[in-house]
């Protein structure tokens, strides 16, 4: 799913209006970065290679049921 920047205008709301940051390390070199998630896109999943060592990372997100916050789950390729 992508987000149409479009329709949040036409709704009153700025594109990162619908984006969290999450604060994350590499499951790789351990270097800390922010991922900025899309709020609105519901469960994803997708790669990001880290600015530093330039590793694949299987990124999962999910909203928890049971307090509706997003979790970001970070995945090594070779896992």
Known sequence: MSYDGHAA??????ILE???????SCPYCG???ELLVDDSAGA?????????CCKPIE???????SDD???ATLHRDDD
């Open 44 to 52: 994803q999943a997708y790669i990001e290679d880290c600015a530093v």
């Open 9 to 14: 205008a036409a709704a009153g709301r700025s």
């Open 18 to 24: 619908d984006m969290e940051t999450e604060r994350l």
């Open 59 to 65: 990124v999962d997100i999910r909203r928890r049921r």
């Open 69 to 71: 916050t997003l979790e």
């Open 31 to 33: 270097e800390p970065f």
